[in-house]
DNA sequence: CCCGTCAATTCAGTATACAGATTTCGCCTT
DNA sequence: AAGGCGAAATCTGTATACTGAATTGACGGG
């Protein structure tokens, strides 16, 4: 109120504050603006805002319970997923993902389809430019768009909690252009099971895509360990 | 610390105020003893503990977004779930339980395999005795000891908010002779499977237990809606 | 130059206070 | 007595203040 804030365009459309700065920081942690080196601190962005700590305070505690977070005795911090984490992150989605595909491949309606469609030619020029922000961005409008067509909302929201989790640590991966081919091809092939509206296909190839998530992901950790210097890369805002 | 605590046995035991709080309501939940008819206001509970209101109402607010509790414009409440969120609630369970199960049976040590055991005995004196609650209890010890042998955390504490969701709907069907029996059997195979390390027949039988509890939660609806006046029955403390 | 100690700082957790919205209940009208 | 109007009560959301614990950094001894 009395700065414009710093942390997000314009965070103003009423409900409750709390709501506000969840979505706001979900969001940038989705698309990697924050980084597990940075420290979240309510008082900081409270000020910058212009408002009380307690909303901040209630929405940073929300993304703990989530699992986007950890709170440490020093502020709030995006954790630092051992390579366990994420396979325990990957069963879950494996688990849970294939099976929404095969419901998203039955209730998509042609507007559903149309949108999967432009994020996909978003994806596929985003791999000719090798542009993996853009590719990060893509990748969550599909993914949003076909779990949107979910009537089990609990399943849905389940699913985008540990994709996710799971997003953050790949975002260094999918950098790489030979990720970002798998990452396409993937993306081509859910594209026409459900554009097809062929359930099984999109459980088979979902299943298949988040094998491959996992395999690049493992791949792309034991490079960085046998190549040490490579490994850097912004990871803070 | 005025007063002893109405809300539990002891609430103090060196943590943040807010996640004993949590724990107690979570608890209270778990065991039916706060139904949906019942107003949770922050600031009585806080004042009954001698405590202020923020703790509180951050437990609250985090067993929302877990979708344990709703919050209305007058005090947080239990949500009265439709037969789909029911159903929703069933399909998300049918993907994950047996894949824990399975992991279980490998990863369950003698101690572990024990406590099964007794769980298995308190639920079948409790189906004998016709005791529901008994019967509620044993069947939380039963489920929190497969799923603590669970290395995959995520996995099991999204299993554990599930299953805590539905278990408060079924709570009046586990009063009911016939579900109790079908209840103790599901048990007892579980246990059998369990205790061979057998994680084929664990995966097998848990998934047939959790249709098993579908069916019999659709059953007593219908009988419900068929025969209203049988469905009193305190749903609060 | 390194290590230990102690003070200043920083931050989460908790407490208390205030504001706005909604509901409840009593009173008045008809 | 039924219905509507309005004041009081109630409860969430937000703001501000306080406290204690942990970290940082500076100072002094080895």
Redesign the interface.
């Given at each position: 109120m009395t700065t414009d804030s710093p942390l997000s365009s314009t965070v103003d459309r009423s409900e409750s504050l709390r709501h506000q700065i969840y979505n706001d920081l979900r969001d940038k942690l989705r698309h990697g603006r924050i980084g597990p080196d940075d420290r979240l601190i309510d008082v900081k962005i409270a000020k910058s805002l212009g408002i009380s700590r307690?909303p901040v305070r209630?929405a940073l505690?929300?993304l703990i319970?989530?699992?986007h977070l950890v709170g440490t005795t020093r502020g709030f911090a995006v954790p630092q997923l051992t390579p366990q984490?994420i396979r325990?992150?990957f069963?879950?989605r494996k688990?849970?993902e294939p099976?929404a595909a095969a419901s998203a491949a039955r209730d998509l309606d042609a507007a559903g389809i149309a949108m999967l469609g432009q994020a996909l030619e978003r994806a596929v020029a985003a791999v000719e430019a090798g542009d993996g922000e853009e590719l990060v961005a893509a990748n969550i409008v599909f993914r949003r768009t076909w779990l949107d067509a979910n009537?089990?909302?609990?399943?849905a929201e389940?699913i985008a909690r540990?994709a996710d989790q799971a997003h953050i640590v790949r975002q260094q991966t999918l950098m790489e252009p030979h990720t970002q081919v798998i990452v396409r091809d993937g993306l081509v092939g859910l594209h026409d099971a459900f554009s097809r509206r062929d359930g099984l296909a999109a459980q088979d190839r979902m299943a298949a895509f988040i094998g491959e998530a996992e395999k690049s992901y493992f791949r792309g950790i034991d490079n960085a360990a046998a190549d040490p210097q490579t490994h850097q890369e912004g990871s803070g805002r």
């Open positions: 307690m209630e505690l929300q319970s989530e699992g984490d325990d992150i069963e879950v688990l849970l099976r009537r089990n909302r609990r399943l389940t540990f």
